[in-house]
C-alpha cells in the first residue's frame, strides 16, 4: 500500500489523493507532473522531488522516513513493505507511573518467534535486542509502553511505531485491546478477564512467594498480547483498506495465531481473583 500513498509528500492530503486515485495516478510510478495539476494546486517539480526521495528511502529499508509523515491512524499505509522487519511489544509493569514503577516482563514476537525478558533475569538483554528491527507494533504503546521502556532503560527506540490503538479507534474499534481482540472475534481461554492490574498482582504473587506459576501466568498473559497484535494489525490493515480502491486486491492474508509458550495457571488466577473478590475490587 506504501507505493499507492501520497499523503505523506507535503501539500497532499487524503481529498487530493483521492482525486489522484481517480485521474489514474495509483502508484508512484503513475506519478506525472501534469495529472497532479489537474487535481491540485502546488510546485509540482518540488513534489516529483519528495517522490524520488520516498523511493529512495523504500529502496533504504528506512521506514521512519515515512513514519514521520503520516499521522498515526494512517501509519497502517507502510506495514506490508516492513513487515519482515517488524515485531509485536508489550509490557507489564509494577503499576503505571513510568517515574515510579518498573518493568516486570517484556514479550516481543516477530511473526516467527516469541522472546520474553523478566526483571532480574534477562530484562538488561532487551535493549540490544530491540535494534534488530526497524518497525514495532504496539496497541497505545505511544502513550504507554515506549515512554516506559525509554525511561526505565534510558533509551531511544530508533524504530517507526504503528501504535494500534489509533487506527482500531478510527474503524470504530475501542475498549482497549482486549475489547477490540473481543469485537473481532478473538478469545483467550483461561485467560479470559485478566487484566492489567491482574497482572500486577501475578507479580507480586511471584516475588513474594516464589510462586513459578504466577510468573508463569504473568508470561503467558504477557506474550498473548504480542500474539494477538498481529491478528488485529493485519485485520486492521484489511479494514482500512476497504477505505481505498485497493480492496480485494492488496488484502493480507490473516496469520495462523501460534501456541502460547506459557499456560495460565488455574488455582494462582482462581486465588486471586478471590481475593480481589473479598476487596469488592
Same mark, same amino acid.
Given at each position: ?62 521506514p ?113 485491546l $482486549?475489547?477490540?481482540?473481543? &469485537?473481532?472475534g @478473538? ?10 492490574? #491482574? *497482572? ?5 504473587e ?35 483498506? $476497504?477505505?481505498?480502491?485497493? &480492496?480485494?486486491? @492488496? ?10 509458550? #506459557? *499456560? ?11 481475593y480481589?473478590?473479598?476487596r469488592?475490587?
Open positions: 500500500m506504501l507505493t499507492h500513498t501520497f499523503v505523506h509528500i507535503p501539500g497532499i492530503g487524503l481529498k487530493t489523493e483521492k482525486r489522484l486515485w481517480r485521474a489514474g495516478v495509483f502508484t508512484w510510478r503513475d506519478w506525472e507532473s501534469e495529472k497532479y495539476s489537474m487535481v491540485a494546486r502546488g510546485d509540482s517539480g518540488s513534489l516529483n522531488a519528495y517522490l524520488e526521495e520516498s523511493w529512495d528511502f523504500l529502496q533504504r529499508r528506512d521512519t522516513f515515512f513514519s514521520k509523515r503520516m499521522s498515526a491512524g494512517l501509519q497502517w499505509r507502510f506495514f506490508p513493505e516492513f513487515r519482515d522487519e517488524t515485531v509485536y511489544l508489550d509490557i507489564e509493569t509494577t503499576g503505571l507511573s513510568n517515574w515510579e514503577n518498573e518493568i516486570t516482563t517484556i514479550a516481543l514476537y516477530d511473526g516467527k518467534s516469541v522472546y520474553y525478558y523478566i526483571n532480574g533475569e534477562n530484562l538488561e538483554q532487551f535493549p540490544e535486542d530491540i535494534l534488530r528491527y526497524s518497525v514495532v507494533v504496539t496497541y497505545n504503546g505511544r502513550s504507554f509502553d515506549i515512554p516506559f521502556i525509554e525511561r526505565y532503560f534510558h533509551i531511544h527506540i530508533p524504530c517507526a511505531h504503528i501504535d494500534l490503538r489509533y487506527i482500531l479507534h478510527s474503524l470504530g474499534l475501542k475498549g482497549g $482486549k475489547g477490540c481482540e473481543r &469485537a473481532l @478473538l478469545h483467550r481461554g483461561d485467560l479470559e478477564g485478566v487484566d492489567g492490574y #491482574f *497482572a500486577v498482582l501475578l507479580w507480586q511471584y516475588m513474594r512467594r516464589q510462586n513459578v506459576k504466577a510468573l508463569e501466568t504473568l508470561l503467558a498473559y504477557n506474550i498473548a498480547d504480542v500474539l494477538s497484535l498481529e491478528t488485529l494489525m493485519i485485520t486492521a490493515f484489511n479494514l482500512k483498506l $476497504k477505505e481505498t480502491p485497493f &480492496a480485494g486486491l @492488496l488484502d493480507m492474508e490473516k496469520p495462523r495465531m501460534p501456541e502460547n509458550p #506459557f *499456560a495460565a495457571d488455574k488455582d494462582t488466577i482462581f486465588r486471586i481473583r478471590n480481589l473478590t473479598k469488592g475490587i
